[in-house]
């Protein structure tokens, strides 16, 4: 079974700080280290958008303009986790957060497309009050 389970979300006030996590398993994911990782969001009533992605090294990442200097995305190879740390929260970055994995060969970069990835974990919510 291929499992990607996101946590840490939660509720938060505007300023602050939540880290998320994701952890990967099953057999898919024997070769986690060699997968590209991202993380999309989806606030009610939009479309799932682009958040942060990393290499399979964790050497590249790339952040969405929204989020650029308060989100960074990282990764644990051995672990099998990827995280999200978020902060200077904002009302706006309300939304549920997907981590994604993209398990297809030809994967050495970093991608910001929802095609982009084979596999996405169930969300976990964050809510940033005013």
């Known amino acids: 079974q291929v499992q990607l389970v996101e946590s840490g979300g939660g509720l938060v006030q505007a300023g602050g700080s939540l880290g998320l996590s994701c952890a990967a398993s099953?057999?898919?994911?024997?070769?986690?280290?060699?997968?590209?990782m991202g993380w999309f969001r989806q606030a009610p009533g939009k479309e799932r958008e682009f958040v942060a992605a990393i290499n399979w090294s964790g050497g590249s990442t790339y952040h969405a303009d929204s989020v650029k200097g308060r989100f960074t995305i990282s990764r644990d190879n051995t672990r099998k986790m990827v995280y999200l740390q978020m902060n200077s929260l904002k009302p706006e970055d309300t939304a549920v957060y997907y981590c994604?994995?993209?398990?297809?060969?030809?994967?050495?970069?970093?991608?910001?497309?929802?095609?982009?990835?084979?596999?996405w974990g169930q969300g976990t919510q964050v809510t940033v009050s005013s």
């Open positions: 994604s994995a993209r398990t297809r060969s030809n994967s050495a970069g970093v991608y910001l497309q929802r095609w982009d990835y084979d596999y």
């Open positions: 099953g057999r898919a994911f024997s070769a986690f280290s060699t997968y590209a």
